[in-house]
C-alpha cells in the first residue's frame, strides 16, 4: 500500500484513506478483516446511516500516527471527511483492532483534544527547574483552523517566566480553549527549592549523655553500681529462703514443744 494522500486544509493537515463498504457484520467478519491487515471502521453522524467500512492498516497506521485526526474517507465513487472519536486496540495494547469516525464538514466548529509539545531548552534551567503543567488541551473552533498540536517555545523563558493558555502564540483567532480558565498555566520555569540544613545548637552539639549516668536531681553515690538484673534476681532469691529457714526453725520450735508435753 502506498502512503495516503495529503493536502494541507487551512491549518490543518487532511489525508485522503481509501476505504471498502463491509457488508459483512460480527466477530468473525472483522477478525477476519484483520487477517488480511485490514481494520474494521464505522462511520456516523450529520443524521445520516451508520456506515461500516475497512481500511489498509498500513494506510491507517501511516496516518494516525503522523498525528492527524481529520481524513477524507473514499469509499468507492464517494469521498465522506471523517474526524476519528475513537480507536480500540488489543488486549496487549500494541495493535489497532477498530477505529470510529465521525462525518463533518471542514467549516464547521467541532471540539478536539490537542498535545501541547514544547521546543528549546529554557535559559532558566541555570538554577532552575521547568515544569510542562498541561500537556493537553480541549480546543473548539472550525474544523479547518484546529491544530494538530500546540508548539510552544520555550528557549528564552528564564527564572520567575510561565505562559498560562491566555498567551498562548499559535491558538487561532477562531479557536477557544475549553474547560480550562484563561489564567491556568502551561509551562513555568521555577527556580531551584534550596533546603536549609539547620545547625545544631550549642546544647545539643554538647558532650552526650551517658548511658546509665545520674539524671539531673537525682544523688548517686560516688563509685556505686546499680545491681544487675540477675544480682536482683538472685537476692529475691534468698530473701524467699530465709523466709523458708524461719518457716523450718518455727516448725522445729513447735516439735519440741510437742515433747517436752
Not at 474544523?143 to 510561565?162: F, Q, R, S
Not at 498555566?185 to 539547620?198: D, E, G, L, P, Y
Not at 550549642?202 to 553515690?221: C, Q
Not at 544487675?228 to 524461719?246: F, L, Q
Request: charged share 35%; with cysteine.
Amino acid at each position: 500500500m502506498g502512503k495516503a494522500h495529503e493536502q494541507k486544509v487551512g491549518g490543518v493537515r487532511v489525508s485522503e484513506l481509501a476505504a471498502s463498504d463491509r457488508t459483512a457484520r460480527g466477530s468473525r467478519a472483522c477478525k477476519h478483516l484483520r487477517s488480511g491487515d485490514m481494520i474494521p471502521a464505522n462511520v456516523y453522524g450529520h443524521k445520516e446511516a451508520n456506515e461500516h467500512i475497512s481500511i489498509p492498516r498500513e494506510d491507517f497506521m501511516h496516518w494516525f500516527e503522523s498525528g492527524q485526526r481529520i481524513a477524507h474517507l473514499k469509499v468507492g465513487d464517494r469521498r465522506v471527511t471523517g474526524l476519528v472519536k475513537e480507536v480500540q486496540y488489543d488486549p496487549l495494547g500494541d495493535t489497532v483492532i477498530h477505529a470510529d469516525f465521525t462525518r463533518i464538514s471542514l467549516d464547521e466548529r467541532i471540539h478536539m483534544r490537542i498535545p501541547i509539545v514544547t521546543s528549546g531548552i529554557p535559559k532558566g534551567l541555570a538554577g532552575g527547574t521547568f515544569d510542562h503543567i498541561m500537556k493537553e488541551i480541549d480546543i473548539e473552533g472550525p474544523a479547518g483552523d484546529i491544530p494538530e498540536k500546540i508548539e510552544i517555545l520555550v528557549g528564552e523563558m528564564v527564572i520567575g517566566d510561565m505562559i498560562r493558555v491566555k498567551d498562548i502564540p499559535s491558538l487561532p483567532a477562531s479557536c477557544k480553549a475549553l474547560h480550562v480558565k484563561p489564567d491556568a498555566v502551561v509551562v513555568a520555569v521555577h527556580a531551584q527549592k534550596v533546603v536549609a540544613v539547620a545547625e545544631p545548637t550549642a546544647e545539643e552539639a554538647a558532650e552526650p549523655e551517658v548511658v546509665g549516668a545520674a539524671k539531673e536531681g537525682e544523688e548517686e553515690e560516688p563509685g556505686a553500681e546499680k545491681p544487675e538484673k540477675g544480682e536482683k534476681k538472685a537476692e529475691k532469691g534468698e530473701k524467699k529462703a530465709d523466709k523458708a529457714d524461719k518457716g523450718e526453725k518455727k516448725a522445729e520450735k513447735g516439735d519440741k514443744g510437742d515433747k517436752k508435753k
